[in-house]
């Protein structure tokens, strides 16, 4: 799965689903091309130097992708077999690093209660 489809699948059409799973490579890749996508609109507008548009926008991307970053959090944590209320261990300083190792850890490989693994995360038994 590359950027792009990951970035599509987080912040289109998976945006408010939490009842499933999604890889390290949907966790990583699509906030890297999110943190990309903003730097390159505060560019623009910097350029254009139209300030009153950009405070919109930046409001509006905010929430976007707050949204996103919930919903494909909890999904990271199903994905490890964990339930989306672990995220709550991010309020302390010993939870963010659990949650950080959560989210560097592979994906199940078979089907938890969140579903079925997805295909690129699949590793073959050769």
Same mark, same amino acid.
């Given at each position: ?18 009842s ?12 890297l091309?999110?943190?990309l996508?903003?730097?390159?609109i505060?560019? *623009?507008?910097?350029i254009?130097g139209?300030?009153? !548009?950009?405070?919109? &926008?930046?409001l509006?991307t +905010?929430?976007? $992708?707050? #949204? ?5 959090? *909890? ?7 964990? !339930?989306?209320?672990? &995220?709550?261990?991010y309020? +302390?300083?010993? $939870?963010? #690093?659990?949650?950080l190792?959560l989210a560097?850890t ?17 590793e073959s038994?050769?």
């Amino acid at each position: 799965m590359g950027f792009w489809n990951s970035f599509k699948l987080v912040y289109f059409e998976e945006l408010f689903k939490v009842s499933s799973r999604s890889s390290r490579w949907e966790y990583w890749g699509s906030g890297l091309l999110f943190l990309l996508f903003n730097i390159l609109i505060y560019v *623009i507008f910097f350029i254009l130097g139209t300030y009153d !548009s950009l405070i919109i &926008l930046d409001l509006l991307t +905010t929430v976007w $992708g707050l #949204i996103a970053t919930i919903t494909v959090s *909890i999904r990271r944590m199903h994905d490890v077999g964990k !339930s989306g209320w672990v &995220l709550l261990w991010y309020f +302390t300083i010993v $939870g963010a #690093i659990y949650i950080l190792v959560l989210a560097l850890t592979s994906s199940e490989q078979g089907a938890n209660k969140w579903g079925n693994p997805r295909e690129h995360t699949l590793e073959s038994a050769e």
